[in-house]
């Protein structure tokens, strides 16, 4: 079975700092890789996906994220974060290709930001 | 373009009772998933349906059903509810059911059981 780990539940940054998320999945094969963004009171918001081709993929707002199949990873990084990125991030992973695209989520990492 | 709209925003329901919640899909998409997200944790699929066809269902037992209508909206009907069942359900709708389309979120409907 698939499964998503976040291993920061909160993270604190100042405004203009750089941001890491981190991100590990389990899965057999290659999966299909999201990082999806909730703010208070809103639905998820895709902001960018890994299906295959350049390990490094830029998103919106800013973000990119770089997976990398030897570590199982798909780390979430900005250069400068804003007051308006605080939110809570989620990871996700699709069983890709034709088998569907029912995600798996992490558990979740809130940012907060300091001005 | 309207987006995915669920209703109602918030629900108070006490155990053992049952409860209907609505989903429109985005224009021209005709695949329709649930999440159930629990406060402090992720989404959890619940179950998809493409076409008015369940197309897949996650480790939720039978209390949980759907129903996917000819114009692709949606309703998650949850009998015989439980305090755990208190949550954020999520209803998100793509252009299909491949690994490649995009899921589109609608904002969620609270549920609090009592």
């Known amino acids: 079975a698939q499964s998503v780990t976040q291993p920061d539940i909160h993270i604190t940054v100042s405004e203009g700092a750089s941001l890491e998320l981190r991100c590990n999945y389990s899965?057999?094969?290659?999966?299909?890789l999201f990082w999806y963004v909730q703010s208070p009171g809103q639905g998820l918001q895709l902001l960018l996906k890994?299906?295959?081709?350049?390990?490094l993929v830029q998103g919106i707002k800013g973000f990119e994220a770089e997976f990398k199949r030897s570590q199982s990873s798909f780390n979430l990084r900005k250069p400068s974060v804003h007051w308006s990125d605080a939110a809570e991030y989620f990871c996700a992973v699709g069983p890709g290709s034709n088998a569907g695209n029912m995600l798996t989520f992490g558990g979740g990492t809130r940012l907060m930001v300091k001005p | 373009e309207t987006g995915v709209t669920q209703s109602p925003t918030h629900l108070i329901k006490t155990r053992g009772q049952q409860v209907t919640l609505r989903c429109s899909s985005q224009s021209g998409h005709n695949t329709v998933s649930w999440y159930q997200q629990a406060l402090g944790q992720g989404p959890q699929f619940i179950f998809q349906y493409y076409r008015e066809e369940e197309n897949g269902r996650g480790n939720f037992p039978p209390r949980f059903s759907g129903l996917q209508f000819p114009n692709y909206s949606s309703e998650l009907n949850v009998n015989a509810l439980e305090l755990d069942d208190s949550a954020l359900y999520l209803c998100?709708?793509?252009?299909?059911?491949?690994?490649?389309?995009?899921?589109?979120f609608g904002p969620g409907t609270r549920l609090t059981v009592l």
């Open positions: 998100a709708s793509s252009p299909g059911p491949r690994g490649v389309d995009e899921q589109f």
């Open positions: 890994y299906f295959s081709g350049d390990t």
């Open positions: 899965y057999g094969a290659t999966p299909y």
